[in-house]
């Protein structure tokens, strides 16, 4: 049920990302729960949180700069094709944050280089991943913690030298619920695994309150207003806590859509654990599984409207994730990266010659071998 509770963070998250502010035109599409439900599928007792939000403006960004094949599977696994205004202003419960740092002397685009600023907000850097990678990775992982007010410390362990350039963007949320929960009222109880095992955490309550509140099928969903106007978290979880895994494979956007619809205010009495989480999360297989092939493959990646003339190729898109549910509200925290590294073709094979048996030996001069032997017995 941790996941169950995961569930409905990544959830919020996503509504809020929707609605965030009026100018901003962000296409309806099923990425959200696509990508949740690649990343989660092998992680069955695993807590996870993602941000959908984050992934999909760097996948928008990475598609100004795609052309070919490489762009049409990054606007399939988006699900649109149209252009996109982002919003890039912070404001006071979310802070929303876009860089990208460039290797000297390496040319970019200068089309790719105004959608950057003018589209997303990203700040422009040159740092040298060639000479000095390890300065590099200094300065990317403390824009991560500057941005996420110390939430998120670092994304990268080390950097490729190879790399041209690395696009991220990060998140931080912070609100207060609008009716915070009674500390008194926490206590340890019981917390249902999938299994049906039994385990104590800290749950919170809050008793008799009006809230939004929905039945639809298997389905019960609980909305928590935050003091922030038009912040809330989505509670969602099955009847049954044994069948979690597979309603939770059956969540879509429409289905997510219906479920809020069905809700109306009621008398409600929650109770609820709070928790700390922090994930770590390669999406390389997971943006294949969806269908982003060519943007990993040094030989067939297009991202000719950022460099006409080096072969780029995506080595690596991460992304970390911090949640923390308590009393009195919450605190979330994302950065999404995206390295970009100088493609080339595959490497050969290595190819193994192991002396352990009698061989013939030639020393040469030019053409004219001078001595010719064998060795068959040490």
Known sequence: MKTIMHLAVLVSLTMMSHALFAQERKPQSEFDFNLYRTVVKNEPDKNIAVSPYGVQKLLDLARYGAAGETKTEIEQVLGYTQPVKWETRSDGTLSLAAALWTQQGFSILPGFLRTARGNFGSAIEQVDFARNPKEALRRINKWCSDNTKGKITSLFDDIDPLTRLVLAN??????????????????????????????????????GRQWKY??????????????????????????????????????????????????????????????TMEAKISLNDTLKQLGMLSAFDA???DFSKINATEPLYVGEVLQKTFVKVDELGTEAAAVTAMRIAYGSPDPPKLKLFYADRPFLYAIMKGDTILFLGRFVKP
Not at 183 to 204: H, P, W
Not at 254 to 262: K, N, P, V, Y
Request: charged share 25%; net charge negative.
């Open 299 to 301: 030989v067939k990646a």
């Open 170 to 207: 990060a998140i931080y949320f912070a609100a207060d619920w609008q009716t915070p929960f009674n500390a008194r009222e926490t206590r340890d109880d019981d917390f249902t695994l999938q299994d049906g095992t039994k385990v104590k955490t800290k749950i919170m309550g809050l008793f």
């Open 214 to 275: 929905g039945e639809y099928g298997e389905t019960l969903s609980l909305e928590l207003p935050y003091k922030a106007t038009g912040y809330a978290m989505v509670l969602l979880m099955p009847q049954n806590p044994e069948g979690f895994a597979e309603w939770e494979s059956a969540m879509t956007a429409e289905e997510f859509a219906l479920i809020r619809r069905s809700m109306e205010t009621q008398l409600v009495s929650i109770r609820m654990p709070k928790f």
